[in-house]
């Protein structure tokens, strides 16, 4: 039964409710970010990653430009364990890169990761248990002060083993399940971990708060993380992470805010994969700033070739929706929204702008390795002749009159709505050729000579019910005897109002592209030609609009 009554608030005020977050406007620095992909990403896989699979991802990972990164838990399977002997074994983890693993606080656990991280010049060490109310009362079945004594030996021991195994190791505790857990009683636990560590300013522990099951607003995790920020022992000390996940759909609030109350560094995974409804996603924090205007210190520049790259490794498919990374996030298929963009990229050609303001379209996709041809504008039957005519002009060189551009809107739309399908630039072509260039369903003509005398004089071969006939024309100039000549010849009474031409490209030989309108009775006719011979393509584009008069 869809019973909301079987449901109650779980979260936990901290004692004292501060909002200075609130007052500040965006995150302006880049908070230590913590790839924990190979972790908790990984362990949300039905196939989890294999062993070479995990080094293409620890490398793609450094690649960005990753500095911590959570590999492995150990403990976990041999593929985990021996993911950091070959990394440790075979030097592959660069200098300037930490990795981190994972146990929870039960000694063999611990004992086995510490195998695992045997020789590696510089490792965190993250320990973990379980603190909610419900996991006390219904998992472990323990008190308050039993649960922070797991946390605690778990603690002793880690710092017992990091001596004994020497290398440069930092520790890191979470108190999992901490939405769930009143928030003082987290901090103690924290700061219990911490009388044990006796963290450094030169050489910190860190805090990691997580939303491991998200429960309540952002800004109730925000003021939780202020108030953790400000009576945390050994600040100085110690870097305070966040690690959200996104249940509500609020991972990336959660983030920014608490980034915004006082923490330093953020767990999270590309594209937000990671257990139930994921992590943060590490991408849309990052790009986030970037669209800001603030160095985000990791590189998403070529962000489709490393989706591609995650989703093959990963085995899961990125939602196209999904920010920054989605196949259609530049996407427009709507005609005003078309329009305003393709308006928008010509003014920042023309007027040579520096900053990205281009309306619909929050960052420069061409940043992020994306094609302005082929992912900004795509027709189908919502888009308009501002969408259609930019795929025109971009794909083809081909400019129309503003009239004629609209008329080719709702002939595109129409094909679209028909077939019920997406149209691609070589389709949207076709349609503008069927129309206005290969349109001759009355007569056509085959040549025509011009001498001129004074007045500019035509003679014209047409084939007209498969029989050609020569009719002569004079006008001021080669177009108007042309037009004449049909005129006179078919008794009708059009007016040439429009009369474009331009190149469809740079070289000489290019060809040249001819719109001509006509009215007749009221309404607009249109034609086009396209030929290297600017004539040539200005006859057939009067030919194709004549044939349009329903006089034949
Ligand atoms: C929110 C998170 O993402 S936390 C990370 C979770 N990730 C994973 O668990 C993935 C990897 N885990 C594993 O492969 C396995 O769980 C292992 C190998 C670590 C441990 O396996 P097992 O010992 O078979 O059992 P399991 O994980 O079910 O352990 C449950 C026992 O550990 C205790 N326990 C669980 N977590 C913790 C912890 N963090 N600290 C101390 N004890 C813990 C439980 O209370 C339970 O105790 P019990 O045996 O007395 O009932
Ligand atoms: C172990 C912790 C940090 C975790 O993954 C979580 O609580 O979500
Ligand atoms: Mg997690």
């Known amino acids: 039964m869809f019973n909301y009554q ?7 005020l901290p004692p004292t409710l501060s909002y200075d977050w609130v007052k500040k406007e965006t995150v302006e620095k880049a908070p230590i970010w913590c790839s924990v992909d190979l972790r908790d990403g990984n362990q949300a896989l039905p196939i989890p990653m294999n062993l070479e699979e995990k080094l293409e991802m620890f490398q793609l990972l450094v690649d ?6 959570e590999v492995a838990f150990p403990a976990a399977s041999d593929t985990e364990f021996n993911l950091l002997r070959t990394l440790i074994d075979n030097n592959m983890i660069p200098d300037d890169v930490t990795i981190m693993v994972i146990t929870q606080a039960r000694e063999h656990i611990i004992r ?3 195998e695992a991280i045997q020789g590696a010049p510089k490792a965190i060490v993250h320990l973990y248990n379980s603190t909610s109310e419900a996991q006390r009362r219904q998992v472990f079945k323990k008190t308050k002060e039993e649960i922070k004594q797991i946390a605690v030996d778990g603690a002793i021991l880690v710092k017992e083993l990091a001596e004994e195994t020497g290398g440069d190791i930092y520790f890191q505790y979470s108190p999992e399940s901490f939405p769930g857990t009143e928030v003082e009683y987290a901090l103690d636990i924290c700061n219990s971990v911490l009388d044990i560590w006796k963290p450094i300013p030169e050489h910190k522990a860190i805090i990691n708060i997580p939303t491991t099951v998200e429960n309540a607003m952002p800004h109730i995790y925000a003021s939780q993380i202020e108030y953790i920020h400000k009576n945390l022992s050994y600040r100085e000390a110690v870097t305070l992470s966040i ?4 249940d509500r759909g609020c991972g990336v609030s959660d983030a920014e805010f608490g980034v915004l109350a006082g923490a330093e560094r953020v767990e999270g995974t590309l594209f937000g994969i990671g257990e139930r409804t994921g992590n943060v996603d590490l991408i849309t924090l990052a790009m986030n700033m970037y669209s800001q205007g603030y160095d985000p210190e990791l590189n998403f520049s070529n962000l489709d070739a490393i989706r591609k790259k995650y989703e093959g490794l990963t085995r899961t498919t990125v939602h196209e929706r999904q920010p920054y990374s989605g196949d259609l996030v530049f996407t427009a298929f709507s005609g005003s929204h078309q329009d305003a963009i393709s308006k928008g990229m010509k003014y920042r050609r023309e007027n040579k702008l520096e900053k990205w303001d281009v309306p619909y379209i929050p960052v420069d996709p061409a940043d992020l390795g994306r094609n302005y041809q082929t992912d900004v504008i795509r027709i189908n039957s919502q888009s308009g002749k501002g969408g259609i005519g930019y795929i025109l002009e971009s794909n083809y060189g081909i400019k129309l009159p503003y009239k004629m551009n609209e008329e ?8 679209s709505d028909e077939t019920n399908k997406e149209l691609s630039a070589e389709e949207i072509y076709l349609v503008f050729i069927d129309h206005y260039v290969d349109y001759y369903p009355s007569f056509q003509v085959v040549d025509y000579q011009f001498n001129k005398n004074g007045e500019q004089k035509v003679t014209l071969t047409l084939l007209k019910d498969n029989q050609q006939i020569e009719i002569h024309g004079k006008g001021t100039g080669s177009l108007d005897a042309v037009s004449n000549a049909l005129q006179e010849y078919f008794g009708i009474d059009y007016n040439l109002e429009v009369y474009e031409q331009h190149s469809l490209g740079k070289s000489s030989l290019a060809e040249a592209s ?3 309108g006509i009215s007749h009775q009221g309404r607009m006719y249109w034609g ?3 030929n290297q011979d600017i004539m040539k393509a200005s006859v057939q584009a009067l030919v194709a609009a004549v044939n349009k008069l329903e006089v034949f």
């Open 6 to 12: 079987k449901y109650e608030k779980k979260y936990y």
């Open 64 to 69: 960005i430009g990753f500095k911590e990164i």
């Open 112 to 114: 086995r990761t510490f």
């Open 243 to 246: 690690h959200p996940h996104n």
């Open 408 to 415: 080719m809107g709702y002939l595109t739309k129409k094909v």
């Open 514 to 516: 001819a719109q001509i």
């Open 528 to 530: 086009a030609g396209i």
